[in-house]
């Protein structure tokens, strides 16, 4: 039975100076050379360039490989910050040198590789052994002609993690059940909830939720299509969806029930270090960062549970560099690294839900519960969002930078007390000048 730890924090939340001293040092090779792998004293030596804890290198997986494999060595570079490494990646994607065999590649930066660099990745389409995925995983890293141009870690299923003390004193219910039938099926009612706990908790040093943009993400992240359409057309400005999640968002800061945070940026660590928000929006791979930083003073405190509606936040791939000398050996590294039985390890060790079909059926997956958030099963409960995940995610060049813009906008409504009109206007104008 597993549970969940807490590595995944310690880099996410490395600040961007950290992160680009990294990504100087993770991703140059200090020659003309377009990859840092080869043959070296008689070994393999594979290069990865990854970013924050993809539990890849933190779970013991690469010593694993390289005992099971003696003739390779593999040298892992971690980035903290996973905005510094695509910029540094997108530097050296175009000079053509510096780059590692193998890069981590962030779902909001998938649709950007597959259009504008896919002739720089191997085509994993037809590797052996890797029928196991999500179809609508592989679909995210996929080219219009069938190349695949990397393989899925995990995803990002949604569920709400609450602190059980602080609705108890709200009134409010505890247990993890009743809770999720409070705000059953409508996000509309998560808010509203809220204001009940603004009504009920005494005291006004605690907020009901941390950021509003994480209620904008949670809300946008449960359609097929966000920011772009099939086609590629930017729909942000007139998708009901993005419309909808936007004025709820709003309506949560104008009412006063955010901590007026931004997830991951400064102010959030301490803010669950010292307990200032009742509940977050929380995809599987924040429950990790949430226990590292709210800290052991607050184990037992925290729980977990069923989101409003299904929805896929965030979520990774592993490619390879198409003029990697070890091309092979590194597509090996990466299709055992992406199997069932790796991905529901690193599910059991740090709380990362697998996009592989197989693990997460598997035993360890599904009893899995979490000690630090009051034994929540969160493999039933992750296990069970990531079937509510629409089948069709329609991808757009830009998702990242979008997505961090919005975040921006709302934060100006938060913090500024701006008009959440005046906000739209001004997040729209920074989008265009972004995306060009």
Not at 345 to 374: C, M, Q, W
Request: glycine letters at 12%; hydrophobic letters at 35%; proline letters at 4%.
């Amino acid at each position: 039975m597993g549970t969940l730890g807490s590595l995944r924090g310690k880099a996410v939340a490395t600040v961007a100076a950290v992160g680009a001293l990294a990504l100087v040092v993770g991703c140059s090779s200090g020659d003309d050379s377009v990859t840092g792998g080869g043959e070296k004293d008689g070994k393999t030596v594979i290069t990865m360039g990854l970013y924050g804890v993809m539990g890849i290198k933190e779970t013991g997986l690469l010593e694993q490989y390289e005992k099971e494999n003696p003739d390779v060595d593999i040298k892992a570079e971690i980035a903290g910050d996973e905005q510094t490494y695509y910029t540094a990646l997108q530097t050296r994607l175009a000079a053509g040198k510096g780059l590692k065999d193998i890069q981590g590649i962030e779902i909001g930066r998938a649709k950007e590789i597959t259009e504008t660099q896919a002739d720089k990745f191997a085509d994993f389409s037809g590797t052996p052994g890797t029928e196991h995925f999500l179809p609508w995983k592989e679909s995210q890293i996929s080219t219009g002609d069938g190349k695949v141009l990397g393989l899925g870690t995990d995803i990002g299923p949604m569920a709400v993690c609450y602190r059980k003390d602080y609705f108890e004193q709200a009134g409010l219910p505890t247990d993890r059940e009743e809770v999720a039938k409070l705000w059953e099926g409508d996000w509309t009612k998560y808010v509203e909830v809220g204001r009940d706990f603004k009504k009920g908790f005494k005291g006004d040093d605690v907020a009901y939720m941390d950021a509003a943009s994480g209620l904008f993400n949670a809300m946008v992240y449960g359609y097929p299509e966000q920011y772009y359409d099939d086609q590629g057309e930017l729909i942000y400005d007139t998708n009901p969806a993005v419309k909808e999640a936007w004025g709820l968002a709003a309506d949560a800061a104008e009412d006063g029930l955010t901590a007026k945070l931004r997830q991951f940026q400064p102010g959030w660590d301490p803010g669950l270090a010292n307990g200032t928000f009742a509940t977050a929006v929380c995809p599987a791979w924040m429950l990790s960062h949430i226990s590292e930083k709210a800290g052991a003073a607050n184990k037992g405190k925290w729980d977990v549970a069923k989101a409003p509606k299904g929805a896929n936040w965030g979520g990774s791939f592993l490619g390879v560099v198409e003029q990697s000398p070890v091309k092979e050996e590194a597509q090996k590294l990466v299709a055992w690294l992406t199997a069932p039985e790796q991905q529901a390890h690193i599910f059991k060790e740090i709380g990362n839900i697998p996009s592989s079909r197989t693990a997460l059926e598997s035993a360890d997956v599904k009893n899995a519960k979490s000690a630090y958030f009051s034994d929540a099963p969160i493999g039933q409960i992750f296990g069970a969002a990531a079937q509510e995940i629409p089948d069709k995610q329609v991808l757009g060049r830009k998702d990242g930078t979008i997505k961090d813009t919005f975040s921006q906008g709302l934060t100006l409504i938060e913090q500024q007390g701006t008009a959440r009109d005046e906000a739209w206007k001004t997040t729209a104008e920074r989008i265009e000048k972004a995306v060009g």
